[in-house]
């Protein structure tokens, strides 16, 4: 099990950057793969990015394909996303999660283990 804490959360304008961080709890942190979901007012959780347990993979949601990066440090147990050019669309609570593997990373219910979200708004 790993523990997951989110921050970077806020409110900006469209066209605006924010980064948000993950920090996990624990050893094992090398050994999930990592994944960025987020869910707005009246929808499902819905998936935004995957990272591989080195970082070598990343997998992104069409989305926000071209405006967003996920990265990892596992030095510093944490996951990153960088949102850039951001759209009113884009607010929602974002959460992290961890899972074994990356068969399936973008589907919320293959996680083992969630963050508790921080919230992002874009006002246009």
């Known amino acids: 099990q790993v523990q997951l804490v989110e921050s970077g959360g806020g409110l900006v304008q469209a066209g605006g950057s924010l980064r948000l961080s993950c920090a996990a709890s624990?050893?094992?942190?090398?050994?999930?793969?990592m994944g960025w979901f987020r869910q707005a007012p009246g929808k499902e959780r819905e998936f935004v990015a995957a990272i591989s347990r080195s970082g070598g993979t990343t997998d992104y949601a069409d989305s926000v394909k071209g405006r967003f990066t996920i990265s990892r440090d596992n030095a510093k147990n944490t996951v990153y996303l960088q949102m850039n050019s951001l759209k009113p669309e884009d607010t929602a609570v974002y959460y992290c999660?961890?899972?074994?593997?990356?068969?399936?990373?973008?589907?919320?219910?293959?996680?083992?283990?969630w963050g508790q979200g921080t919230q992002a708004t874009v006002s246009s």
């Open positions: 624990g050893r094992a942190f090398s050994r999930y793969a």
């Open positions: 999660a961890a899972k074994r593997g990356i068969i399936g990373w973008e589907i919320p219910s293959r996680y083992d283990n």
